[in-house]
């Protein structure tokens, strides 16, 4: 970590890689909500109710494993409710 006069604290650097996910993540979470967005269109659409799914289930596989090595939710932008927000 490294200090921040200006912002009065602490500011972590993040690796490429941690950059890499992070940027991974907001496309999965922008799919996910666009794929809801067709769902809520056509209700019967199994296509877009599979993908809705899909993208809930590997948001929170990530949560939890981040969680396991703890690691912060916010850091890689998955500090938010999937059950809520996806489902």
């Known amino acids: 970590m490294k200090s921040c006069r ?6 972590r650097v993040m690796s490429k890689e941690q950059e890499i996910i992070r940027q ?28 809705v799914s899909a993208y809930y289930e590997m948001i929170s596989s990530l949560q939890n494993l981040l969680k396991r090595f703890g690691l912060e939710l916010q850091e890689y932008v998955l500090d ?7 489902l």
């Open 6 to 11: 200006a912002c009065g604290g602490k500011v």
């Open 24 to 51: 991974w993540i907001e496309e999965m979470k922008a799919n996910a909500k666009e794929h809801i967005q067709r769902k809520s269109r056509d209700p019967a659409d199994e296509f877009e109710s599979g993908a």
């Open 80 to 86: 938010f409710d999937p059950d809520r927000e996806l």
